[in-house]
Structures are given as structure tokens and as C-alpha cells.
């Protein structure tokens, strides 16, 4: 900052001095033009009224210069010449002396007032070295009227919100991840331990061996879906129209089985042509969870309903009731929706990524994500993409 500040005092201080160097040409040139007539004018009316002939009376201030008087005319011309050199060389010297107490006093001034102005700077600097992941949550909080500097605090504030929420929600992930992992570790080690003890009936081994399996399927899907996740939160590499209600129809047939394992309706009304431009393989992926959350979240005898419109993709299903303070955290990732008192679907193995991988998915291809909490149960999930 101090770089800045001493640019600025240069600066102001090169104005000021340059103005009043301006300033003091212009009265040289001004004083210069009328000093030898005003100071002829005072010196005749000091010197001895001459009579000259024919002129009665007449002084020498008030008559042309006549050929006889040449030597007084000319010492009235030496005096006039030589107060008005003296005048303008005092004029000189004092402006001099006066620009050079100006330039220093504009210098400390414009030292001074540079500080002041970069003040709010230095703060921000300040706070910005000591941020660290633990006191993100310490904020600028610029005290001032208003203003430029004002402003970048205020952006570098709302920054910082942005930056301690994703780093919260980065180390939630993290965290959420270690556990599943963990406990399918610790599921497959128990199964294994209780396999190698003395003697395990056949029965027991095939249930244990159909467990590990069960649980490495599980660690494989959950593997695939934090890749897919990372993949789908950086920008995206490759674009091309993508005809989002024939991935729909193609992604609703998929899951035809399922639907029909878990008694579950599920309904694609006639879809309106929509392309869209991104990756096809992501969107697929994204449609495919969206289905599938539908079918999963759901109870026997109850329906999905997919629909394409020109804004995009609407899927509602039927289902337990989802407080509405709880809708916005389902898209975080490992958020499961889970009605107070129902027990955990036991077929349901997954790692509650579904809507995670959806809303980052949709915000790659310049897409936003809601959900709305259905009054008869279950949720309407829309992904709109941005027109044209």
C-alpha cells in the first residue's frame, strides 16, 4: 500500500505544484504587460513640470515628448525600466520561495490525504493475511459514508460468505463421505471376520459372502457417484444438442423393472421436443437419478410423473410428507428424505447423492434446480434450462 500511497502523493503533489506554476507564470505575463506603463505614468507625475514654448503651463506629463527635452524624457524612461525589471525580479523571487513552501506543504498534505483514502485498502489487506479456514467467519464490516472503497469491503465481505459456505459444505462432503466408506469397510471386515471363524455352516457362508458382495456393490456405486459428482462440478468440456425428452423416454423405459418391483406408477406424459446443449452422457445421468429418487422416495401404490416442457424437466412423485424446511438441505450431498417413524427401505442402499449429483449437474449446464413439498406427500422437482 505504501507503493500506492507515495504514487498518489506524487501525483497530487505534481497537480498542485503544476497549477500554482501555471498560476504564477500567468501573473509574470499579465504584471509584465501593464508594470512599464503604470510605473512611467507615476514616475512623470514626480518630475519637475518643464515650460516649453508655446505651451504655457503645460507639464510634461500631459504633452508629447518634444525633440528639445530628448535627456529628460530618457532618464524618465531608465527609472520606469529599471523599477519595473526590479519589480518583476521580486515578483520572481517570491513566487520561487512561495511555490517551494507550496510544494512541500502539498506534499504532506497529499501524503496525508493518500493515506486517508487507501486506509480502507490496508484494512482489507489486513483481514484478507489473517484469513484462514478457521476464522472465515470474521467479516470486514467497513465503517464508512458510502463510496468505491466502501463497496469493495462490502463485495470482499459477500465473498467471504460464499467462500466459508463452500468450504462448510466441502467439509461436510468430506466427512459424509469418510462414513459411508468407513462403515462399508467395517461391515465387509465383520463379514469376513465372522467367515474365517472355526467351523461356519454353509448357510452362514452364503449369507456372509452374499453381504460382501452386497456391500462392495454399494461401495462401487458410491465410488461412481463422488467421481460423477466431481465431474459434474467442473465447467464442462464438450457441448452438443442434447434432445432432453428423448433421454427422458429413454431413461423412463430403463427404469420400467424397478418401477414395477416397488409397485410404483410410473407416468411420462407426452413430452414437448426440448434440446438442450451440454453432455449428453451427464444429462442422461441427471435424468436417470431424478427418476430414480422418485421411485426410491415413494410408497407401494403410489406414482412418478415425468413430464418435458419447453423450460424443462418436471418429475413429481407420491410418497412420505418432506417438511418444507427440510427441501432445500435434500440437495446436499448424503442428505436422505426420510419420513419421522418410517423405517429405512432396506433395498434403498444408496449414499443420498441422487439430488447432489442432479443440482450440479443442472448448474454445469446453466440450469437451476427447485423442489416443492407435494400437500398429499412426496416432492415436484423441476430443472429449468435457460432459454435459446
Known amino acids: 500500500m505504501n507503493s500506492e500511497r507515495a504514487r498518489l502523493t506524487a501525483l497530487y503533489t505534481g497537480l498542485l505544484v503544476l497549477a500554482g506554476a501555471l498560476l504564477t507564470g500567468l501573473v509574470y505575463i499579465l504584471l509584465k504587460q501593464s508594470l512599464d506603463t503604470r510605473i512611467g505614468s507615476a514616475v512623470t507625475q514626480v518630475v519637475p513640470a518643464k515650460r516649453l514654448p508655446g505651451s504655457a503651463g503645460v507639464s510634461l506629463a500631459r504633452t508629447a515628448k518634444p525633440a528639445k527635452n530628448e535627456g529628460d524624457w530618457t532618464a524618465v524612461e531608465k527609472v520606469s525600466t529599471a523599477a519595473g525589471d526590479a519589480a518583476l525580479s521580486r515578483l520572481l523571487t517570491v513566487s520561487g520561495v512561495s511555490l517551494a513552501v507550496f510544494t512541500l506543504v502539498s506534499a504532506a498534505l497529499a501524503w496525508w490525504m493518500a493515506g486517508r483514502v487507501l486506509r480502507p485498502v490496508g484494512v482489507v489487506t489486513a483481514r484478507a493475511r489473517k484469513l484462514s479456514e478457521s476464522n472465515l467467519h470474521e467479516r470486514i464490516a467497513l465503517r464508512s459514508r458510502g463510496g468505491e472503497l466502501k463497496e469493495l469491503a462490502d463485495t470482499f ?13 466441502r467439509q461436510r462432503f468430506a466427512a459424509n463421505a469418510a462414513h ?47 467421481l460423477l459428482l466431481a465431474v459434474s462440478d467442473r465447467q464442462l468440456q464438450h457441448h452438443e444438442p442434447v ?43 441427471a435424468v436417470h437419478n ?41 440437495f446436499e450431498p448424503f442428505r436422505r ?9 432396506p433395498e434403498d442402499r444408496g449414499a443420498g447423492l441422487g439430488l447432489s449429483i442432479v443440482d450440479s449437474i443442472a448448474r454445469a449446464h446453466g440450469a437451476a434446480t427447485d423442489a416443492t413439498a407435494n400437500q398429499e406427500g412426496g416432492l415436484t422437482i423441476r430443472v429449468r434450462f435457460p432459454s435459446g
Open 157 to 169: 465481505d459477500q465473498m467471504l460468505d460464499r467462500i466459508e459456505q463452500l468450504v462448510a459444505a
Open 180 to 226: 459411508e466408506l468407513r462403515t462399508s469397510l467395517a461391515v465387509q471386515r465383520a463379514a469376513a471376520e465372522i467367515g474365517l471363524a472355526d467351523g461356519p455352516p454353509p448357510e452362514k457362508v452364503a449369507r456372509i459372502r452374499r453381504k460382501l458382495m452386497e456391500n462392495a456393490d454399494d461401495s462401487e456405486r458410491l465410488i461412481e457417484s463422488l
Open 243 to 285: 434432445a432432453l425428452h428423448d433421454v427422458t423416454s429413454r431413461c423412463a423405459e430403463d427404469l420400467r423393472d424397478e418401477a414395477a418391483r416397488r409397485s410404483v406408477a410410473l407416468r411420462v406424459e407426452p413430452p414437448e421436443p426440448l434440446s438442450v446443449a451440454g453432455d449428453p452422457v451427464l444429462l442422461e445421468h
Open 290 to 330: 431424478l427418476v430414480a429418487n422418485g421411485l426410491r422416495h415413494n410408497h407401494p401404490g403410489g406414482t412418478v410423473r415425468v413430464r418435458v416442457g419447453s423450460e424443462g424437466l418436471e418429475v413429481a412423485n407420491t410418497g412420505p410428507r418432506v417438511p418444507s424446511s427440510d427441501v432445500p438441505l435434500l
Open 337 to 345: 428424505a426420510q419420513a419421522r417413524g418410517r423405517p429405512r427401505d
